[in-house]
């Protein structure tokens, strides 16, 4: 471990986060781990057009629209009430949750940019069955990751082997591993 991480590390456990629960009463960003749920929007809203582009193919070009956004650029552009304290919040984070979101999101966005290039190719060849397919199946495993990433940000990501108590896409429990091999 380095020094700047040793640093980190150290400013991390020792800052003082009794102030935020106060903070946030009213919001629904979570007193816990000052992280929002609203993020998840993000994510959910391309895995929603990609359950429908077999009845609606029109969503086609919203879906290759998708790009990754930051959790602070998603609030920075967001209607969301009280973006400036997510924003605020995320910063005061424990790091353990920052990082683990961030891993999550990290798989959600590679996942997502797979299906686009992939729905975009199957597209081009005229294919809109190959185009139903790839989408449902990464419509299915963004739906697990997103629900990976709810736990985080509800303060229920490590009860059970760290991937919490979630049903993976085939209901078996899938630890880190599982989750790795989706992107191989």
Same mark, same amino acid.
């Given at each position: 471990?380095? !020094? +700047?991480?040793?640093? $980190?590390?150290?400013? *991390?456990?020792?800052?003082?986060? &009794?102030?935020?629960?106060?903070? #946030?009463?009213?919001?629904?960003?979570?007193?816990?781990?000052?992280?929002?749920?609203?993020?998840?929007?993000?994510?959910?809203?391309?895995?929603?057009?990609?359950?429908?582009?077999?009845?609606?193919?029109?969503?086609?070009?919203?879906? !290759? +629209?998708?790009?990754? $956004?930051?959790?602070? *650029?998603?609030?920075?552009?967001? &209607?969301?009430?009280?973006?400036? #304290?997510?924003?605020?919040?995320?910063?005061?984070?424990?790091?353990?949750?920052?990082?683990?979101?961030?891993?999550?999101?990290?798989?959600?966005?590679?996942?997502?940019?797979?299906?686009?290039?992939?729905?975009?190719?199957?597209?081009?060849?005229?294919?809109?069955?190959?185009?139903?397919?790839?989408?449902?199946?990464?419509?299915?495993?963004?739906?697990?990751?997103?629900?990976?990433?709810?736990?985080?940000?509800?303060?229920?990501?490590?009860?059970?082997?760290?991937?919490?108590?979630?049903?993976?896409?085939?209901?078996?429990?899938?630890?880190?591993?599982?989750?790795?091999?989706?992107?191989?």
């Amino acid at each position: 471990m380095t !020094l +700047k991480k040793i640093h $980190k590390n150290q400013i *991390d456990n020792n800052e003082d986060r &009794s102030h935020w629960p106060a903070r #946030l009463i009213g919001t629904n960003i979570n007193p816990e781990t000052l992280l929002a749920t609203d993020y998840l929007n993000h994510f959910n809203e391309v895995t929603m057009l990609m359950d429908v582009i077999a009845d609606l193919p029109e969503c086609l070009d919203d879906i !290759l +629209k998708w790009q990754p $956004k930051s959790y602070p *650029d998603h609030f920075r552009n967001s &209607s969301f009430p009280y973006k400036t #304290l997510a924003i605020e919040a995320y910063g005061a984070a424990p790091a353990a949750g920052r990082e683990a979101l961030d891993k999550i999101v990290s798989e959600l966005n590679t996942l997502i940019l797979k299906a686009v290039a992939d729905i975009a190719l199957e597209s081009m060849k005229q294919h809109p069955e190959h185009v139903a397919n790839v989408a449902a199946n990464a419509a299915q495993q963004l739906r697990y990751l997103i629900s990976l990433a709810g736990g985080v940000i509800n303060g229920a990501a490590h009860e059970q082997n760290g991937t919490g108590s979630d049903s993976s896409p085939d209901s078996q429990t899938m630890d880190q591993s599982d989750i790795d091999s989706l992107f191989d």
